[in-house]
């Protein structure tokens, strides 16, 4: 409570002093006008007692006179004038005084309670800054390093400490072209690449396009082993709509997994949702003619468009419809289901992104337009 008096005290003491003048009289303009007209009156009587001298002649005296005359005129006229402010004026400013020294606090109070914090308790800078410490430093950190790459954009080795920062706030864009920057400055690694692929997927909305592909494939040239690209291309198969082919990538990648890989849980889930009607669809159509299998698989196609055509559908299962059907050699079902996605997905401007890229990977781009 003492600091709120402490405020008030001090306003108060601020807007008195800009508006104590506006309370007070003026002054008279001319603060000596009786000792000025006493001045003219004794210039009347010295050109009296030079005329009685002889020392200056009548014509001279009478101009003289008339000339004192005209300044006693004036200086009574100044006499004559107001001193000052009138009192209506007065009362005027003083008033206006009054309503501006409690109006203009009032008003401060009722803005500061309707936008900003009044009930929240008050923190000291230490403790501010020591609870928020960990995130300023890192933003400090990153705007520096942004800022050097901004100078200094052929400086590689930045670029790959920025590029999987990007990749974790969520700026998959602004990550695959780090990625690609490193890649390109500081020289390719399976790592770079498989990253690289990861953003460019996660920027068209989990679907794997062919910038992600190409990406992918040169890190499983330089690493065939690494983990990364090799789930991301399962995930291309499974969009392709080759089910069994998926699954045995993810089942390879378990399988020469260590006990305590931490990506072990992501790709196990991703198996089993794989599994169970994918394996009793696959084995089913395994066990069919050579020439009935096709059959099969357009069959399978079909069914998903059916389902997809009644309503909703992610960006994944159109991506996989669309996908399935330019395989088949079906381009009017693929230009179709195409259309109709972009009709579904009309208002996520990531997935028309997604699907523009799609249809230009699989030539449908100018046919659809």
Sequence with gaps: MLI????????????????????????????????????????????????????????????????????????????????????PSLRRRRAASAIALSCVPLLALLVYGAY????????????????????????????????????NPNDGKGWSVLAPVY???????????????????????????????????LAAGGVVTAGAREALAEAVKLDPANPRARFFLAIGQEQDGKIPEAIASLQALLAGAPADAPWRGPVAAR???LQGPADSAAAAIAKLPAQDQSAA????????????G?????????????????????????????????????ADPDALAALAALAGELGLQEASR
Excluded at 62 to 68: D, H, I
Excluded at 117 to 143: N, T, Y
Excluded at 180 to 195: F, K, Q, V, W
Excluded at 298 to 305: E, H, T, Y
């Design 4 to 87: 709120w008096i402490i405020f008030a005290v001090m306003t108060g003491a601020a807007v008195l002093s800009v508006l104590w003048p506006l309370g007070r009289r003026q002054p008279p303009i001319f603060a000596d006008t009786a000792g000025a007209a006493s001045l003219y009156r004794a210039q009347v009587a010295e050109i009296e007692r030079d005329l009685g001298r002889r020392l200056i002649g009548a014509a001279e005296a009478e101009a003289a006179k008339a000339e004192a005359a005209r300044r006693l005129l004036r200086a009574a006229e100044v006499e004559a004038a107001p001193a000052g402010d009138s009192e």
């Design 116 to 151: 900003g914090s009044p009930s929240m308790p008050d923190q000291p800078l230490a403790a501010r800054l020591k609870s928020d410490a960990a995130g300023q430093d890192f933003a400090i950190a990153l705007a520096r390093i942004e800022a050097h790459l901004a100078a």
């Design 167 to 201: 990749l974790r706030q969520g700026r998959f864009e602004d990550a695959a072209k780090a990625f690609a920057a490193a890649i390109r400055l500081d020289g390719p690694t399976a790592e770079r690449h498989a990253a690289r692929g990861e953003a460019l997927i």
């Design 271 to 273: 198996l089993e949702s």
């Design 297 to 308: 698989i357009r069959g399978m196609v079909d069914s998903l468009a059916a389902r997809l």
């Design 310 to 346: 009644e309503g909703g559908g992610t960006l994944a299962e159109w991506s996989r419809l669309i996908r399935s059907q330019s395989v088949l050699a079906d381009r009017p079902a693929a230009l179709k289901s195409l259309a109709t996605a972009r009709e579904r997905l009309a």
